[in-house]
């Protein structure tokens, strides 16, 4: 009987894409990993065995992969003081709480899905662009990530923030 295997929506290579960029960006700077709307952990899993994270799922649905840390809750913005980066990969309604985050530490999101307004429907582009306005209007820098894995989700933006021993990244 083999090992089963993980059902995910989406490009599978994403998660080892997006732990490889955390990884090779922020080594060892950086310690402690929201993975908001992780879902089953396929990220937090990869995070911590593979790269030596401390991360934990924050989602509200509750069913992650056994082994998997994690806390069974709607992410809240005021919860970013505890981690070191705060990791949005296909937020969805977590979306602004995840932007939001970067007033205090540094964001990785990878929206999805118009989470973001209810007044206009925003495509893929349009979404990172509103997201990307918000971060201008905060005087949050910020940068553009494309991501080796299938899209059209595969647009990331990385803000800049200070971590706890106040060297910016």
Partial sequence: MGRRQVKCHGDDKRFEVVA???YDRF???????ADVAGG????TRLLNKKYGYESEVIDPRGYTLVGVSSRQSEYDSTMANYYDLIIGL????????VAKSALTRPVLIVPCCNFWTRE???GSKELVSAICDYFKE???EYEIINFDFAGPKNVGILTKGI???HEKI
Avoid: W
């Fill in 163 to 165: 971590i706890e021993n």
């Fill in 20 to 22: 490889r960029f955390i």
């Fill in 138 to 140: 905060n005087k949050i």
């Fill in 40 to 43: 089953q952990g396929v990220l």
């Fill in 120 to 122: 206009k429907k925003l």
């Fill in 90 to 97: 296909h937020p969805d309604e977590a979306t602004r709480e």
């Fill in 27 to 33: 080594g060892k700077k950086i310690k402690y990993i």
